[in-house]
């Protein structure tokens, strides 16, 4: 084949997506919106990527990944599908609503589904299903219907817990494999203890990103938010903790002044 002709079939490559925010390297990113922060990793997370959003309780996972999804809703029109499973649709709203994220400014771009209230108004054959079957099931299907690019899990430990997983390195594993043919952008909320290692059942290493939030102490009576990119694939990132300020609906990350 000549070089023209060469060039041709790669300068139509990938022939189905046009290729969006071409300028970032490594390909297209979906930005956290926190701001400070998609600039110390090219521009934000991998399209496609699997991430956990990791971190103790109150370290405010729920909150970053919410208004991620709300960002992009309002920015670009992009759609997300956000599971809530620790807590209610109702109570979710309400949280975010005094984090200045009115959900009818982004109407139907984020839509958020209690799996506990979704299976309870099953039918009786369905009942039956696990958790993980109706997660599946309801992704997959507002996908065929509304193709949202973002899914949000919250929680995995939850669903880990509510679907009995027999073998959990094995189910998990079959999970993300999942999600990854689904074709999105999955951002897993999940619990991690202190400084302790991530992931005991391997979801450390199967995931393609790793964003750690945290509480420090600072002195006797002061403790900061903080935040850490541990790990994104295809991505130059930056490894530093930063302090996450959030202030009237605005999150930004700033360098940690050491006292
Ligand atoms: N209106 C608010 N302004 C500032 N911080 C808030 C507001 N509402 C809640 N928070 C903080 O957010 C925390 C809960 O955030 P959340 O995202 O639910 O955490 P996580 O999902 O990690 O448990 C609360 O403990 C509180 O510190
Ligand atoms: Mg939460």
Do not use: C
């Not at 900061?224 to 930063?242: A, D, E, G, Y």
């Amino acid at each position: 084949m000549p070089r023209s002709e060469e060039f041709k079939e790669w300068s139509n490559f990938p022939p189905s997506k046009p290729m969006k925010g071409k300028d970032a390297p490594g390909g297209p990113r979906v930005k956290t919106y926190v701001e400070g922060l998609d600039e110390k990793m090219e521009g934000g997370i991998p399209e496609g990527n699997l991430v956990l959003m990791a971190g103790e309780a109150g370290t405010m996972k729920s909150s970053v990944t919410y208004h991620m999804a709300y960002q992009n809703a309002l920015k670009e029109g992009r759609r997300t599908l956000y599971i809530t499973m620790e807590q209610s649709r109702q109570s979710l709203i309400r949280n975010m609503e005094g984090l200045g994220m009115k959900a009818d400014a982004v109407g139907d771009k984020v839509s958020i589904v209690d799996i506990g209230l979704l299976r309870k108004n099953l039918g009786k054959e369905l009942q039956t299903n696990s958790w993980l079957e109706i997660v599946k099931m309801y992704a997959q299907n507002m996908k065929d219907s509304s193709g949202y690019e973002v899914l949000i899990l919250d929680s995995l430990p939850v669903l880990e817990t509510l679907s009995d997983f027999k073998n959990p390195r094995v189910d998990l594993f079959q999970f993300y494999e999942w999600l990854r043919e689904l074709g999105v952008t999955s951002l897993l909320v999940t619990e991690v203890k202190g400084d302790a290692g991530f992931g005991t059942r391997g979801e450390d290493y199967l995931a393609d990103g790793i964003i750690h939030l945290m509480m420090a102490k600072v002195n006797e009576e002061t403790v900061q938010r903080r935040l850490r990119i541990v790990k994104m694939r295809s991505t130059n990132h930056s490894t530093n903790l930063f302090s996450l300020i959030v202030d009237k609906g605005n999150f930004r990350v700033a360098r940690v002044i050491s006292t």
